[in-house]
């Protein structure tokens, strides 16, 4: 094993941005460029003797930048290590603020973290399509097919389809000219799907009631709205609130002014955390499935982020959770608790 530690970061697979250290080492014109220690140790030792670890994850680049900052500093993998030199503080996001069309819709976004919260899919996902080189059109589109393909068959009006985006298709039934996003969003606020399918889209312009401590207030529209409910608040993205009121919520969920529609699925878990004093570690989505650790009065918002604090394998970690297995049971075979 070399004695010596290079941190890195990726939007692939580790195994695979190894595979292209390995390649590079052997290109003689890369010596003197950014990894040219580990390049060096590479072509002197073998890729053999090296252990390939994945620390950390992150959902946004800047995180990502981070905790490479960080594990650099912690193991001192510049000057007692692989690490050439310190991390850059910032990195060139591959998605600037701009506007793309997607599935014949035009989006308008601020960053790739803003794009996926509006298709309501993963960043990770969005970056691995990244990694191998497809545009940011031809990246979306694979993250939202890798999200359908979660969603699993249904059955609406008697028939039955694979995905929302099929079901978007089905123009005698989708008579509102729904999109498959619009379907599973209002479907995640708390629609059934026959609903979500049902309800004319909510029309533009229209004025905005909100109630604001105990106070009725009209405006003109949704932008009014949020330009002056901003001015002495914290409002979630614009763009959030407009896709919110479209999926049916109310004006008051929409604008973040009271809890959203899908958080009574985890009504128990909350309770833990605002009666009985557990640490809500993680941000709770419409999709999450919490782990509560009794013992330590803590509450992740998903299995991997359970797995991860714990060091455990995510994969077994979940499939042993599916199979019935206590969380208590897990933590006693680990070590964790005598």
């Known amino acids: 094993m070399i004695n010596g530690v290079y941190i890195g970061q990726t939007v692939k697979r580790a ?11 052997g290109d003689f014109s890369r010596r003197s460029k950014g990894n040219g220690a ?7 030792f073998g890729p053999d003797g090296f252990v390939v670890e994945e620390v950390a994850e992150a959902d946004t680049q800047a995180e990502l930048n981070a905790l490479e900052t960080r594990f650099i500093k912690e193991y001192d993998s510049v ?3 692989l690490n050439r030199v310190a991390a850059p503080s910032t990195r060139r996001d591959l998605a600037e603020a701009g506007t793309i069309t997607i599935r014949d819709e035009a989006f308008s976004y601020s960053s790739k973290a803003d794009l996926c919260r509006q ?4 960043y990770s996902t969005l970056q691995h399509w990244l990694g191998k080189g497809l545009s940011l059109e031809k990246a979306s589109e694979q993250a939202l097919r890798a999200r359908e393909d979660t969603e699993g068959e249904f059955e609406v009006f008697r028939k039955r389809y694979r995905s929302y985006t099929e079901l978007a298709a089905d123009k005698k039934l989708n008579r509102h000219g729904l999109s498959g996003r619009q379907i599973a969003a209002r479907v995640r606020s708390g629609m059934t799907i026959r609903e979500a399918v049902s309800t004319p889209k909510r029309p533009k312009g229209i004025s905005v009631e909100v109630e604001v401590g105990g106070e009725q207030r009209t405006f003109d529209n949704a932008a009014e709205a949020y330009r002056k409910l901003s001015a002495d608040r914290t409002l979630p993205a614009y763009s959030a609130v407009i896709q919110r009121l479209e999926a049916g919520e109310t004006a008051e969920e929409a604008f973040g002014l009271a809890p959203r529609p899908w958080m009574a699925k985890h009504g128990d878990v909350l309770a833990l955390v605002e009666e009985e004093g557990y640490q809500l570690l993680g941000e709770l989505k419409p999709w999450s499935q919490p782990v509560v650790v009794e013992h330590t009065k803590e509450v992740f918002a998903s299995k991997k982020a359970f797995a991860r604090e714990f060091g455990l394998e995510y994969t077994e970690v979940a499939r042993k959770l599916k199979a019935g297995a206590s969380v208590f049971d897990l933590l006693r075979e680990s070590g964790h608790i005598d």
């Open 15 to 25: 195994q695979d941005r190894w595979k292209e250290h390995v390649r590079a080492a």
């Open 38 to 44: 580990l390049y060096e140790v590479i072509r002197a």
């Open 79 to 81: 000057e007692n290590g």
């Open 119 to 122: 298709l309501e899919v993963s």
